[in-house]
């Protein structure tokens, strides 16, 4: 089995900063792209930020030039660096991975979300 374990959300003050970590445990083979997904109450999910196996990055308009994505390959681990945050941040965020695990195919997995909560 695998699972993705999400880390460091909180509440901060609007300006603030967070760092997000996940890492993907159990027998994996590879991992392509890595991401960061989130879902504000009554909103649909929406990407925030990905990054292919290589270190290639893809941001959403709204948090480019504020949030930084980047992965440790020999942990299995992506992080997202959250820089002069916004009340409209608010939302749970999701890590996912494309992945291939031991005995089984490629597939996509998610984590269970951390909540991201900015005061104004």
């Known amino acids: 089995q695998v699972q993705l374990v999400e880390s460091g959300g909180g509440l901060v003050q609007a300006g603030g900063s967070l760092r997000l970590s996940c890492a993907a445990n159990?027998?994996?083979?590879?991992?392509?792209?890595m991401g960061w997904y989130r879902q504000a109450p009554g909103a649909q999910r929406e990407l925030v930020a990905a990054i292919t196996s290589s270190g290639s990055t893809n941001y959403a308009d709204s948090v480019k030039g504020r949030f930084t994505i980047s992965r440790d390959n020999a942990k299995h681990t992506v992080y997202l660096q959250m820089n002069s945050l916004k009340p409209e941040d608010t939302a749970i965020y999701y890590c996912?991975?494309?992945?291939?695990?031991?005995?089984?195919?490629?597939?996509?997995?998610w984590g269970q979300g951390t909540q991201v909560t900015v005061s104004s």
């Open positions: 159990g027998i994996i083979v590879s991992i392509n792209d």
């Open positions: 996912n991975a494309h992945l291939w695990r031991l005995g089984g195919r490629w597939n996509d997995y």
